[in-house]
Each structure stands twice: as structure tokens, then as C-alpha cells.
């Protein structure tokens, strides 16, 4: 009974008994097949457990070992291991099921499985791609639908995606999904790179700025863009409701009136020559005029806009939230162009679409100021990134404490080191209890001890390594973490996840390549020697 079980596991899994290379293979699906057999009655299954005729099996999958292959064999390599390996695709879907597959009714159409939305997820931010780009890649690349396990063979009909289908399912995963399977991934790192299981790691942290996808800010546009969008709000009651919503005939000649006096306002603040200040300030009374003449029409028929359903009820606060925002920057250009006032820069906003966005200046020529968020990533001796941190009007000297808090209790570390701006003596106290060596330049003039601790062999030594993270961050950038082009805070935080998860599982694949084709050549010079 249990010989027939078996043969009816493999069967189903596209194996062949006759086949000894895969037989320990074999075994060691057939618990991962065991363990998820009882999750067919979910709509929304892990993966497809019943092989389709004509597909090809994910662990079948053949994937280049040769060097100067590309980033996409390296990921496949790990996705493939992960899905293979019971330990890890038993962690990994434990995690996606609590996300994406809790306390939904076991009916309805299928969805795309957790297998598909993780390995679409990846690709996308392992090479920087839309979503438009994606949907073309997992309809037309062979490896990428491989590893998903919609392949099938010359002659078989071909399953294909719907763009919005690839949207609406790896949109589904959430900053705190994305921490937890990241997790995953550094420890099935670890796993493959160290030597020994004790082995303790040598951290290397270093911070960069993530931007946001917006224009650059002045008050001015800003002001236009909340006119614009107030606009937009009302032209949608007008739409929805032609007879009830009236006073708004001539809706296009405000967006025009409004965007015409915002360019008069750039053209005489980029221009030169005598009077600038005073064209200036003529331009800038006319736009306020303009815009309060506005802002008292929203205020008289706002009160008027029907409010019959949900999306009424969305729309009505959508536009509270953009009539604040007009408020607020004719308040912020009467000071500061009229009034000449000093805004303090708290109360500035750079953004009325990702509110969070941040002006960041590092110091640097170029680009001296960067709108987004600064990125704290620690990187250890196998640049595997352990641990990001988003920095919320954070400077780095003030991440170290939790930092160390957090990696200090999930890795014994032997040595850490930072670049100067990290520098504080609370820090590096607090690090030298629970690090072996710790790698804090001081930021100014050192005293004696200081001086004499820096100049010690091991200190230099590693400090120069540091300079390894640089290139971490720059794959990081490359691979899409230069500007982040989905909308809202919560998707900001997803997608620097989410890069930061695909370039892990690079590494690690281009790692196990590397030991597979170590073990090729190996074969290779015993069979030369025996022959």
C-alpha cells in the first residue's frame, strides 16, 4: 500500500523511478508532497500539486551554470532550492499563507498560487522592472515560467497571465511579510555559505537615500498640484452626477488659469535682469488671487457634492485632503514671496502625493539633495544584507541602539564596523559590551587613545574591508533601490523589501552555481584521471 502511494506521489510530481540520479531527490519531496496534500480544498493553493499534462516539474528545471550568465539564472537557482527543500518552502509558505490565505472562504475561482506571487515578486525588483515589463516576462521568458511551474512542452496549450492579475496578487504582500520572509532567506543564506554553523559574522553598516517618486518641490507647483487635484475631485462628482452637480461649466478653464499663472510665477523666478523682485511679486499676488478665488468656490459647493455611496464618501475626504493642502501652500508662498519670510522647515512639505518624502543632504556635489527616505543596510562578510532599516528623521548616529539591540540577540557578531557619521562614545560603548571589535571612526579630532586604537593593524584592516558595503549599495541601486516608483508609504516599504530579498537570493544562487560547478569539474578531473 504504501509502494503504491508512493509511485502515485511521483507520478504526480513528473518523477520516473527508472531514473537513479534523482532518487534521493525523490525522497526528500516526497515529504514536502505529503505535507501540503491537505491544502487542495483552498481556492488559493501553495502551488499546483496535480501536474498538468505537458508541464514541465520546477525541480526539473535546467538552469546555465556558466559564468557571465546573467542575474536571472542566480535567482532561479535559489528559488528552485527553495521550493525543492521541504525546510525552507514549508517557512516560506507558512508565512505567505498567514498573509495572503487567512480567513479566506475555501471558494471562488482559484487565484494565483503563493508559489507564483513569491517568484514574480523577485523577478521583478532583481532586475528594476514595471509591472508592464513583468507581465511580458512572465508570459514570454521560458526559465521565469519554469520555475513557477506553468511551462509546458512544444505542442500543449500555454497558460498565460493577465496584467492586471500580476498587479492586484503581488501587491498583496505588506512590509511585515516581506520582513519575515527575508528572514527566511538570510538564514537559508547562511546555511549555504558558512563552513561551519558556529561561524560568527563580520557586519558592515552603511546608510543611503531611497528616493521617492516625486518632482522636485517649490511652493509654488506644489500649490498647483493641489489646485489640480481639487479639481480632479470635483470633475469626478461632475461626471458621476451631470445634473446635480452645477457651478463647475467652465472646470477647464480653471485648470488652465491655474496652471498658466503657476508657469508666469517659475518663468519670472528663473529669469534675471532689473526689477526681478518685483515681476516676481506680481506674478506670485496674481497666482494667490487666483487660487483663493478657487479656494471660495470649493468652499460654497462642496457642501453640495451628493454623497449616495462609498466611493462618494472617498472622494468627499480626498478632496478635504487636497483643499488642506491648497490652504496650506497659499499660506507658505504669501510668506515666503510676499512677506519674506524665513518658512521654518518643519513646516514644509515636499510632497502632497508621498507625504513622507523627506530632503535629505549628505554632503555630496552630486546630487547635493535627494528627496526620499535614507536606508540603513548591515551587510556581513558574505554580502548577505541581515538586517534594512527605513530611517524616519532619523540621523545615523541615532539607529545604532536598536540596531544593536535587534542583531546582537540573532547573531553572535566577532566584529562591526561604521563610517564616521554612525560615530557617538554612547554607541560605541554600548557595541564594545556585546562586540568583539568594533569599527568606529570618530567623527573629529581624535585624543591620544583615540588616535593610538585607530592606528592599530586589526582597526585598519578592517576599516578598509567596510568599504566593501559601498558596492552592496550600488547593486542595490542598480537592481531598482534608486527611486521608488510605487505610490504610498506602505508600498515604499514593500518594495525596498522586496529588492532587498531578490538581491539576498542572487547571491545565494550564484553561490550554490559556483559549488555546483566546483562539484562538475571535480567529476570531470576523476573521470580524466580514471580513464
Known amino acids: 500500500m504504501l509502494k503504491t502511494c508512493l509511485n502515485i506521489a511521483d507520478f504526480s510530481l513528473g518523477y520516473y523511478a527508472e531514473n537513479a540520479d534523482i532518487q534521493c531527490i525523490k525522497q526528500k519531496r516526497f515529504g514536502y508532497y505529503s505535507h501540503h496534500i491537505k491544502q487542495g480544498s483552498v481556492m488559493r493553493k501553495s502551488f499546483e500539486q496535480q501536474m498538468i499534462l505537458g508541464s514541465i516539474p520546477i525541480s526539473e528545471t535546467k538552469i546555465t551554470t556558466k559564468r557571465r550568465s546573467g542575474a536571472f539564472p542566480g535567482l532561479c537557482f535559489a528559488l528552485k532550492e527553495i521550493f525543492i527543500t521541504p525546510k525552507w518552502n514549508e517557512k516560506v509558505f507558512k508565512i505567505l499563507k498567514a498573509k495572503i490565505t487567512a480567513g479566506k472562504k475555501q471558494t471562488g475561482r482559484p487565484g494565483m498560487n503563493l508559489w507564483q506571487i513569491f517568484v514574480l515578486s523577485q523577478v521583478r525588483l532583481l532586475k528594476d522592472l514595471s509591472y508592464d515589463d513583468l507581465h511580458d516576462l512572465a508570459n514570454n521568458h521560458s526559465l521565469i515560467r519554469q520555475i513557477m511551474g506553468i511551462e509546458k512542452g ?9 496584467y492586471q492579475t500580476i498587479v492586484d496578487n503581488v501587491s498583496l504582500l505588506d512590509d511585515e ?66 445634473m446635480e452637480v452645477v457651478g463647475w461649466r467652465k472646470m477647464h478653464d480653471w485648470y488652465r488659469l491655474m496652471k498658466n499663472s503657476m508657469r508666469a510665477v517659475g518663468k519670472a523666478s528663473s529669469s534675471g535682469g532689473k ?22 468656490k470649493l468652499e460654497g459647493s462642496k457642501e453640495m457634492l451628493p454623497q449616495r455611496d462609498t466611493m462618494d464618501l472617498l ?40 507625504e513622507y518624502t523627506e530632503w535629505i543632504t549628505k554632503g555630496k556635489l552630486h546630487p547635493n539633495v535627494e528627496l526620499g527616505k535614507k536606508l540603513a543596510i548591515t551587510t556581513d562578510q558574505y554580502h548577505l544584507i541581515v538586517d534594512y532599516r527605513i530611517m524616519d528623521h532619523q540621523s545615523d548616529s541615532e539607529i545604532v541602539k536598536p540596531l544593536a539591540e535587534r542583531l546582537t540577540v540573532l547573531f553572535d557578531i566577532t566584529s562591526w564596523s561604521f563610517d564616521k557619521g ?22 573629529g579630532k581624535c585624543n591620544k587613545q583615540e588616535l593610538e586604537e585607530e592606528r592599530q593593524q586589526q582597526f585598519k584592516l578592517l576599516r578598509n574591508k567596510h568599504s566593501a558595503v559601498e558596492s552592496n549599495i550600488n547593486e542595490l541601486e542598480c537592481r531598482g533601490l534608486d527611486r521608488c516608483p510605487d505610490r504610498g508609504y506602505g508600498n515604499f516599504k514593500r518594495y525596498i523589501g522586496l529588492a532587498v530579498g531578490s538581491y539576498n537570493l542572487r547571491r545565494i544562487g550564484q553561490e550554490l552555481i559556483a559549488i555546483q560547478r566546483e562539484e562538475q569539474q571535480s567529476k570531470e578531473r576523476e573521470f580524466r584521471r580514471a580513464a
Open 315 to 354: 472622494i468627499r475626504l480626498e478632496l478635504d485632503q487636497y483643499m488642506g493642502f491648497l490652504e496650506k501652500h497659499i499660506d507658505l508662498l504669501e510668506r515666503r514671496k510676499i512677506k519674506e519670510e524665513q518658512i521654518p522647515h518643519e513646516e514644509k512639505v515636499f510632497s502632497i502625493f508621498e
Open 154 to 162: 512544444f505542442g500543449y496549450e500555454r497558460y498565460e497571465f493577465e
Open 422 to 443: 554612525f560615530w557617538h562614545k554612547d554607541n560605541k560603548a554600548l557595541l564594545e559590551e556585546c562586540v568583539g571589535k568594533v569599527i568606529m571612526p570618530k567623527k
Open 177 to 242: 511579510t516581506v520582513r519575515e520572509l527575508n528572514e527566511v532567506i538570510v538564514e537559508f543564506g547562511h546555511e549555504v555559505f558558512k563552513k561551519k554553523e558556529a561561524e560568527a559574522l563580520c557586519l558592515k553598516t552603511d546608510s543611503f537615500v531611497v528616493e521617492s517618486n516625486v518632482h522636485f518641490p517649490t511652493d509654488y507647483n506644489l500649490l498647483w498640484d493641489s489646485a489640480r487635484k481639487c479639481l480632479d475631485m470635483v470633475d469626478k462628482f461632475r461626471e458621476k452626477y451631470p
Open 275 to 296: 526689477g526681478k523682485e518685483q515681476r516676481i511679486k506680481r506674478a506670485v499676488r496674481y497666482y494667490l488671487s487666483k487660487a483663493r478665488a478657487l479656494q471660495d
